[in-house]
């Protein structure tokens, strides 16, 4: 690698004059960027329990509680019997922000969106479809894996059941 | 006439002067971590075409990338993206973002500028390893090896190491539906079956993990006369060996490479051994 060839040429001086003039109070910039980022993460993985995984948290495989390990359970009252739900694809970006950041708030959102489909009944499960009938009273419900020592549990994260 | 009108130092544009000036350490940096930023442009392709003429630029006008407010402006290129896809991004972007931030500030004074940038780069990399280490000590299922049993029944990169520990890839893939059943109900439990050996070789692969981290973190911290000063380089390349063989982060290899040959002001074995480690990420993320 060779030296250095230039230092510093008049019109490079000249690029940002009113920045460097600023050097001093600008070298903490970089460490509060990247401070901030991580504060935000760290605040949004306690209250709204976001994923560990994703973000500016650098928690990476740190806990058994991450988006990929967690689950979205929707359930509803069909004919008189409470059914597992099969999600429509439309909903995926739904679900997985549901993963990433869980709060009672969107699950409702869920458990309404749900009600605008039609259903059938397939194999002990309904799905949408376009011959089915409208239903009410989805639940949904958010859960994450727990860990005692090497024996795994679950919690609930959030909950809501759409009227 | 004399050949002398056809001279490369005749013309506005030299390419012998610009790749002079790209092997620099100053047009190292600048370069590599331009073309860094093509790699984690897989979070928000918008920014893919950006950061490959941003790199084009480092590499074919390095004085024009020399100007700082240019790196401002990436900079805010970035946080444009984090804003607008906050879901599609992960760490190494917010470490790539503020090192951005530190180039630009180092930018402002180049006669010092691998001092500054290093000076920089030693703070992120402590408060990046340091930040890890908190979350690991403070999870609870990290140090008992659980976190990373469960990662790597979901995640197929990490089979590898979980075999290394004794654990077989036919029971991960028993244990997949059982797992999946109890976090998908009220009252299920399961338990991770493990042999003695496998038991304390994921114990001892969490506490190692954690020691490392914390000491890469301390090492960074520390003065450049502090004896731990001299440990920084093998131990972030040592994280990056271990790190990539299993999961080949390929920008965040490149990233860490990149900020640590800084930091090392280019010396020539530090260079030499991030390269390999970025080979290694390489040969994994080509055979996954």
Known sequence: MSAEPAANSAADRAAAPRLRSHLASLRALPILVLLVAIAAQATLMTSVNADRQAGSGFAMFSSVDFAGSRSVVVTATYNGDVVEVRLPISTTDQVDGLLRSPTDDSAAQLARDLGEFEWVEQDGRIRANADGTNIAGFSVTVRRLTADGHELGSEVLAHAVAP | ?288
């Open chain 2, 1 to 288: 006439m004399t050949a002398a009108s056809s001279s490369p130092v005749s013309l506005p544009w030299s390419v012998a002067a610009a790749m002079k000036q790209v092997r620099t350490p100053i047009g190292c940096v600048l370069m590599i971590t331009a073309g860094t930023g093509i790699f984690m442009g897989a979070h928000w392709s918008p920014l893919v075409p950006l950061m490959l003429a941003f790199y084009l630029v480092t590499l074919l006008a390095p004085s024009a990338a020399r100007n700082s407010l240019i790196w401002f402006a990436i900079a805010g290129a970035w946080v444009a993206a984090v804003m607008i896809q906050p879901s599609a991004m992960e760490d190494h972007v917010y470490l790539y973002l503020a090192w951005l931030v530190a180039i630009a500030v180092g930018l402002l004074d180049r006669d010092n500028f691998l001092d500054e940038a290093g000076r920089q780069g030693r703070y992120l990399l402590a408060l990046l390893f340091a930040t890890a280490t908190i979350w690991k000590l403070t999870s609870g299922s990290f140090i008992s090896g659980a976190a990373l049993w469960t990662s790597g029944l979901l995640d197929d990169r990490m089979t590898p190491l979980l075999n290394l520990a004794g654990i077989s890839s036919e029971s991960l893939t028993d244990a997949r539906p059982q797992v999946t059943a109890v976090v998908a109900s009220d009252g299920e439990t399961f338990d991770i079956s493990l042999s003695s050996y496998s038991s304390i070789a994921l114990t001892l692969l969490a506490l190692g993990t954690i020691a490392l981290e914390a000491l890469i973190a301390v090492s960074y911290a520390a003065p450049d006369t502090s004896r731990l000063a001299k440990l920084r380089a093998p131990l972030l390349v040592g994280f990056g060996f271990v790190t990539y063989a299993i999961v080949p982060v390929l920008p965040f290899a490149l990233l860490l490479a990149v900020i640590g040959c800084t930091i090392a002001r280019f010396e020539r074995r530090t260079v030499l051994a991030f390269v390999t480690m970025v080979l290694v990420a390489i040969v994994r993320f080509a055979t996954l």
